[in-house]
């Protein structure tokens, strides 16, 4: 998964309680996403990052914030979990450089809001 | 939405047979891609057509790209199961900054 993790890889929250999930990157890359996967809707873009306190809201941002203190890490804070934050969430990085903006992605997190 | 749309939702094939997928899309964009990604795991990167492009090839795998009609499609020959995936196109719209576009993908299961 081209040095990306997540954690954690599988929570289970109740609504209303404030939820972070973490992306880690080993390669210092500039650009990373959040994205959140759901059937029939494909991957959308949640927020994403340009550096190190630099960010921008995506097309589903309502009810997310995000925070990149460190270069490798991007955080996801859901500040009061409802259930149809259910999803999968996937971090992606583009490398620096990269031709076609081509993303590389993480192994996910399944998040369950009871 | 910017979303672009595959088809068929789902295919199913015997091993060997071609799978042929398209993708429609609704703005200009700089280049077109498609991600592969196994059940449970995060999409990998299979192939990119620039928008100046009409046709690629990778190994099995051939993209093409009709900018008129907003529209690709990739086929996949001789098909193994190990391809049972999902399949996504995802365009870099033009003017969108390093942002990707996602579709809502191909379910792709191949048949012994």
């Known amino acids: 998964d081209a040095g990306i993790t997540q954690s954690p890889r599988h929570k289970v929250t109740e609504t209303g309680t404030p939820v972070t999930l973490r992306c880690h990157q080993t390669?210092?890359?500039?650009?990373m996403y959040w994205y959140r996967q759901d059937p029939g809707h494909g991957l959308r873009l949640i927020h994403y990052?340009?550096?190190?306190?630099?960010?921008d809201k995506g097309e589903v941002s309502d009810g997310y914030s995000v925070s990149r203190s460190k270069t490798e890490d991007f955080l996801l804070t859901l500040e009061s979990a409802t259930s149809s934050q259910t999803s999968v969430y996937f971090c992606?990085?583009?490398?620096?450089?990269?031709?076609?903006?081509?993303?590389?992605f993480g192994p996910g997190t399944r998040l369950t809001v009871l | 939405s910017q979303q672009g749309e595959e088809d068929p939702q789902a295919l199913s094939i015997q091993e060997g047979e071609n799978a042929t997928m398209n993708c429609s899309y609704k703005?200009?964009?700089?280049?077109l891609q498609w991600y592969r990604q196994n059940s449970g795991r995060g999409l990998v990167h299979l192939i990119l057509?620039?928008?100046?492009?009409r046709e690629k090839h990778s190994g099995r795998l051939r993209v093409t790209l009709d900018t008129s009609k907003k529209s690709s499609s990739l086929l996949i020959t001789a098909s193994r199961a190990a391809d049972t995936a999902s399949y996504f196109c995802?365009?870099?719209?033009?003017?969108?900054?390093?942002?990707?576009?996602f579709g809502t993908g191909t379910q792709l299961k191949v048949e012994l």
């Open positions: 992606a990085i583009q490398p620096s450089g990269s031709f076609g903006n081509e993303q590389f």
């Open positions: 390669e210092n890359h500039r650009y």
């Open positions: 057509i620039r928008s100046n492009e």
């Open positions: 703005t200009s964009i700089n280049n």
């Open positions: 995802a365009t870099d719209p033009t003017g969108g900054g390093n942002k990707l576009t």
């Open positions: 990052s340009y550096g190190v306190k630099d960010t």
